[in-house]
Every structure is written in structure tokens, then in C-alpha cells.
């Protein structure tokens, strides 16, 4: 069993994350269970849009110990002191912030869902992107909110901290 830690811990953290990052992110969100406001959670999550993703990379081996990372996902353990982990998720082209905030907020039951009805729909996904094609070529399907995943799979958009109770309402468990 992981271990779990209290939200109000969480959120000291990925705050002291955020502005030490502050200087090399153009945006940034909290995530997973940080996000949707439970009230205990196993780790940080945290999305930005970077302006350098080297720096962020160097940073982030200063803040814990380096367990994994690229140019869209860096995790380190021990963040800052602590014992909790940290996944840093990168979005940057061909990325889209509303189709990465949609699979990196949401409950995996309701991601599974969305990922599901965009197929069925014809529609295609790569790197954080959903492509529509047709006989004029493939171009993309703007995605820039949250809102707009949510629209494109036709479910009520919901606050974060309400959607486990939409992915019950939608016997999605």
C-alpha cells in the first residue's frame, strides 16, 4: 500500500516547487489528487508549460532525488526533504494544456472513458494531441481548456474536486 499524505503537506510543497520553477514556466496546475482536492494523496503532480525545459531538468535534480525524466515527465523522490514524490508533467507542442489537463487531472476510470468516446468518435490521439481526419488531411482539434475535452467527449463539465462523483454517476466504477 502507498503511502498517503495529508493535502495541506501536499500543497506546502508544490507551492515551495512552483517558486523555485517559477522563473522557467510559463504556466503551471496542479494535478491528480493534489488537483481534485482529496483530502490525502500519494504524490505531487504538477503540469507546466516550460520556457526551459534544460533548467527545470537541472532543478529538479536539486529538489529530490532524480528517479526518471524526459522532455514531457521528470520524477523525483524525497521532493524537497520530504518523503513524497513528485511527477512533473511537461506540455509543449504538439501538446495541447486542455487535452494533458484532462488526462493528468482526472480520475483513471473518466480518462479511460474520454479516451474511449474520442476513438469511437473517429477522432485519433498522439503526443497529447487529438487529430481529426478527413479528406481535406488530418488537422488538429483545438483543445486549449480543460472544458473543451470534456465538451468534445459530451460529459458536464465538473469541478475537479467533484469528479469521482461523476465518474459514479456515469457507472464509469
Not at 516550460?50 to 514531457?72: F, N, Q, S, Y
Not at 479511460?112 to 485519433?124: F, H, P
Amino acid at each position: 500500500m502507498k503511502k498517503t499524505f495529508p493535502l495541506a503537506k501536499g500543497f506546502q510543497l508544490a507551492a515551495e516547487v512552483i517558486r523555485q520553477m517559477d522563473a522557467y514556466v510559463h504556466r503551471f496546475a496542479y494535478m491528480g489528487s493534489l488537483g481534485r482536492f482529496e483530502e490525502v494523496i500519494c504524490d505531487i503532480d504538477i503540469l507546466i508549460e516550460p520556457r526551459d525545459i534544460k533548467a527545470i531538468g537541472a532543478l529538479m535534480k536539486t529538489m529530490g532525488d532524480w528517479d526518471r525524466g524526459g522532455e514531457r515527465q521528470m520524477c523525483i523522490k524525497n521532493v524537497l526533504g520530504s518523503d513524497m514524490g513528485l511527477d512533473l508533467f511537461l506540455c509543449h507542442p504538439p501538446a495541447q494544456w486542455g487535452v494533458i489537463t484532462a488526462v493528468r487531472l482526472n480520475p483513471v476510470p473518466l480518462v479511460k472513458y474520454g479516451k474511449a468516446t474520442i476513438d469511437g468518435l473517429g477522432y485519433s490521439r498522439s503526443n497529447g494531441t487529438i487529430y481529426n481526419s478527413h479528406s481535406d488531411g488530418v488537422e488538429e482539434v483545438p483543445i486549449p481548456f480543460e472544458s473543451d475535452w470534456f465538451d468534445l467527449i459530451n460529459v458536464e463539465y465538473v469541478r475537479p474536486e467533484d469528479r469521482w462523483e461523476l465518474t459514479r454517476k456515469l457507472r464509469l466504477i
